[in-house]
């Protein structure tokens, strides 16, 4: 008798860096860490390579282009929220065309912040996340204990 195999979501995040600056984004209206800042991010739709999903994402939320040359993969987290996930970071410092707030239904701010000066309310496991890119730390875990 067969057994349905575990599945767990995949999702990718956009530190978009300009200098020593991060492009960050409120939350508005989604029903999760509204209120709290974050990075372009999204799940994967399946069928999909981490960075045409990114690349999708970025055009949907910031209206820029990325091509997958200017993609570089800094991070991986295996997180643990309601569910468990598996989280991929890059970080692209070329793209093509001007940031604009594409979703303002889910989004009510875009800004640059210094990336050693962030809000204190970025969402934690991407506050994490960041740390981890500036400390040049790969992998991590998050929500675990």
Known sequence: MPTEKFKVLVAVHLFLIRNAEILLLRRYNTGYADG??????????G????????????????????????????????RKAEDERIDFFLAATWWDGEIVNAEPHKCDELAWYALDALP??????VKKAIDNYRQNNWFDSFGWS
């Not at 204190?120 to 496991?125: D, E, G, R, S």
């Open 47 to 78: 069928n999909e390579e981490i960075k045409a999903a990114m690349i999708r994402e970025a055009k949907e939320e910031a209206g820029i282009t990325l091509s997958p040359q200017d993609l570089q993969v800094v991070g991986v987290m295996h």
């Open 120 to 125: 204190a309310n970025v969402v934690p496991y």
């Open 36 to 45: 709290q800042y974050s990075v372009i991010a999204g799940h994967l739709d």
